[in-house]
């Protein structure tokens, strides 16, 4: 019995690993060069929004430093 659920579960588990390599073998691709350039243009377009390019105005920067409040 337990030859036969060890091959069993081998056959198993077989068989997921063809099916995640069929799934794999049918995605679509893009090469680096091309993931990169794309890459590039969309930071470009983009950079008027990014806060590490154009900064983050003080009124509204949750990590700015707290206002001291002390009572003497």
């Keep these: 019995i337990t030859c036969?659920?060890?091959?069993?579960s081998s056959v198993t588990a077989?068989?997921?690993v063809v099916q995640q390599l069929r799934l794999e073998a049918g995605l679509n691709r893009v090469?680096?060069?091309q993931?990169?350039?794309d890459l590039?243009?969309?930071c470009l377009q983009n950079v008027q929004h990014?806060?590490?390019q154009t900064g983050v105005s003080s009124s509204t920067?949750?990590?700015r430093p707290?206002?001291?409040c002390s009572f003497l």
């Design 31 to 33: 090469k680096v060069s």
């Design 66 to 68: 707290q206002k001291v």
């Design 35 to 37: 993931a990169a350039a």
């Design 14 to 16: 077989m068989k997921k």
């Design 40 to 42: 590039k243009q969309f």
């Design 4 to 8: 036969e659920t060890s091959g069993s």
């Design 61 to 63: 920067n949750p990590f």
């Design 50 to 52: 990014d806060p590490l």
